[in-house]
C-alpha cells in the first residue's frame, strides 16, 4: 500500500466530516430523525408516507448545496471515472442495495454508528468492505 | 419550525460533503483503491462526522421527544439478517464501481454533469425496484 500524498486532504475532510455531523445532530435533536439519504429517498418516492414534506426540505437543501456553496466560492473538483453503462449500473446496485440493507453511508455509517447500532456497524464493514474489493476486482484484475 | 430545521440540516450536510471531497466520486474511488495509491482522506470524513454526532445521538437515544416536540425515531432493531448483509454487499459493489453513494448523488444533480442524472435515475429505479419486489412479496 501507499498513500497517495498528494490528494490527502486532512483537514477538509476532517471539517467536511463534522459539519456532516452537526447536520446530522441538528436534524436528530430538532426533527428527531436520523440522516439516512437513501431512507428518505425512499419515503420521497412513496406518497403518503410519515413525514414526508419534512424529509422532502431536507432533500431540497441537499440538492441546493452546491448552488449556495457557488454563491461563495469555486466549486471543487468533480471526476467521473466511469461511463453511461457503469453508472447505470452502479445506480441500480446503490438504489436497490440500500433499500434491501435499510442504509447507506450516512444512515448506517455516520448516524448508526454515532448511536453505536450493531446492524449499522456490520452494514458499514459489509459495504466498504464490498467497495474495496470491487475497486480492486476493476482496477487491478480486469485493469479498466 | 421543523421543516426550517428539516431544510438548514440538509444544506448543512450537502455543504460537509462538498468540503469532505465525498462529492467527487475519483476522490471517493481513491479511498477505496487500497492497492494502488490510497487516498486515506474519507476514512477522516467518518472520524469527524462521528466525533461530532457520538454525543447528541446518544442523548437523543434517551429521549422519547425532539427539541422541537418531535417522536424520536431511531431505529430499533438489533438483530443481523440477511438482507440487511446482502443489501450493503450490493450497495458496496455499486459504490465501487462508480465512487458514488446517495448522498453525494443528490448533491451532484445541480452541478452540471450528465453522469448525476443517470445515476440518479437508475439509482431510483433500483428503489423502485425494490418496493414492487417487496409489494409482490407481500402477497
Same mark, same amino acid.
Given at each position: 500500500? !501507499?498513500?497517495?500524498?498528494?490528494?490527502?486532504?486532512?483537514?477538509?475532510?476532517?471539517?467536511?466530516?463534522?459539519?456532516?455531523?452537526?447536520?446530522?445532530?441538528?436534524?436528530?435533536?430538532?426533527?428527531?430523525?436520523?440522516?439516512?439519504?437513501?431512507?428518505?429517498?425512499?419515503?420521497?418516492?412513496?406518497?403518503?408516507?410519515?413525514?414526508?414534506?419534512?424529509?422532502?426540505?431536507?432533500?431540497?437543501?441537499?440538492?441546493?448545496?452546491?448552488?449556495?456553496?457557488?454563491?461563495?466560492?469555486?466549486?471543487?473538483?468533480?471526476?467521473?471515472?466511469?461511463?453511461?453503462?457503469?453508472?447505470?449500473?452502479?445506480?441500480?446496485?446503490?438504489?436497490?442495495?440500500?433499500?434491501?440493507?435499510?442504509?447507506? !453511508?450516512?444512515?448506517?455509517?455516520?448516524?448508526?454508528?454515532?448511536?453505536?447500532?450493531?446492524?449499522?456497524?456490520?452494514? !458499514?464493514?459489509?459495504?466498504?468492505?464490498?467497495?474495496?474489493? !470491487?475497486?480492486?476486482?476493476?482496477?487491478?484484475?480486469?485493469?479498466? | 419550525?421543523?421543516?426550517?430545521?428539516?431544510?438548514?440540516?440538509?444544506?448543512?450536510?450537502?455543504?460537509?460533503?462538498?468540503?469532505?471531497?465525498?462529492?467527487?466520486?475519483?476522490?471517493?474511488?481513491?479511498?477505496?483503491?487500497?492497492?494502488?495509491?490510497?487516498?486515506?482522506?474519507?476514512?477522516?470524513?467518518?472520524?469527524?462526522?462521528?466525533?461530532?454526532?457520538?454525543?447528541?445521538?446518544?442523548?437523543?437515544?434517551?429521549?422519547?421527544?425532539?427539541?422541537?416536540?418531535?417522536?424520536?425515531?431511531?431505529?430499533?432493531?438489533? +438483530? $443481523?439478517?440477511?438482507?440487511?448483509?446482502?443489501?450493503?454487499?450490493?450497495?458496496?459493489?455499486?459504490?465501487?464501481?462508480?465512487?458514488?453513494?446517495?448522498?453525494?448523488?443528490?448533491?451532484?444533480? $445541480?452541478?452540471?454533469?450528465?453522469?448525476?442524472?443517470?445515476?440518479?435515475?437508475?439509482? $431510483?429505479?433500483?428503489?423502485?425496484?425494490?418496493?414492487?419486489? +417487496?409489494?409482490?412479496?407481500?402477497?
Amino acid at each position: 500500500m !501507499t498513500i497517495d500524498w498528494l490528494n490527502f486532504t486532512p483537514w477538509t475532510s476532517l471539517a467536511g466530516g463534522a459539519l456532516i455531523g452537526l447536520a446530522a445532530s441538528l436534524f436528530v435533536l430538532a426533527n428527531g430523525r436520523v440522516s439516512g439519504i437513501s431512507g428518505l429517498l425512499g419515503s420521497f418516492l412513496q406518497p403518503g408516507s410519515e413525514g414526508r414534506s419534512e424529509k422532502a426540505l431536507f432533500l431540497l437543501g441537499l440538492l441546493i448545496a452546491p448552488l449556495v456553496w457557488g454563491l461563495f466560492a469555486a466549486l471543487p473538483l468533480i471526476a467521473f471515472k466511469s461511463g453511461w453503462f457503469g453508472l447505470a449500473v452502479a445506480g441500480l446496485l446503490v438504489g436497490v442495495g440500500t433499500r434491501y440493507g435499510s442504509g447507506c !453511508t450516512s444512515g448506517h455509517g455516520v448516524c448508526g454508528i454515532s448511536r453505536r447500532s450493531p446492524r449499522s456497524i456490520a452494514a !458499514t464493514i459489509t459495504f466498504m468492505f464490498a467497495g474495496f474489493i !470491487t475497486v480492486f476486482v476493476l482496477r487491478h484484475l480486469l485493469g479498466s | 419550525m421543523r421543516k426550517l430545521t428539516a431544510f438548514i440540516a440538509g444544506l448543512l450536510f450537502g455543504i460537509g460533503l462538498l468540503l469532505a471531497g465525498m462529492a467527487n466520486p475519483g476522490k471517493v474511488l481513491g479511498f477505496l483503491d487500497l492497492a494502488g495509491a490510497w487516498d486515506p482522506s474519507l476514512a477522516l470524513v467518518m472520524v469527524g462526522a462521528i466525533v461530532v454526532a457520538s454525543v447528541p445521538f446518544s442523548w437523543a437515544g434517551k429521549q422519547s421527544k425532539s427539541l422541537l416536540g418531535a417522536p424520536m425515531q431511531l431505529p430499533v432493531k438489533r +438483530e $443481523l439478517d440477511v438482507r440487511l448483509i446482502g443489501g450493503s454487499l450490493l450497495f458496496g459493489i455499486g459504490w465501487g464501481i462508480a465512487g458514488i453513494c446517495p448522498g453525494p448523488a443528490v448533491v451532484l444533480l $445541480l452541478t452540471a454533469h450528465w453522469q448525476a442524472f443517470v445515476f440518479v435515475l437508475a439509482m $431510483l429505479v433500483g428503489m423502485l425496484l425494490f418496493t414492487a419486489l +417487496e409489494a409482490r412479496r407481500a402477497h
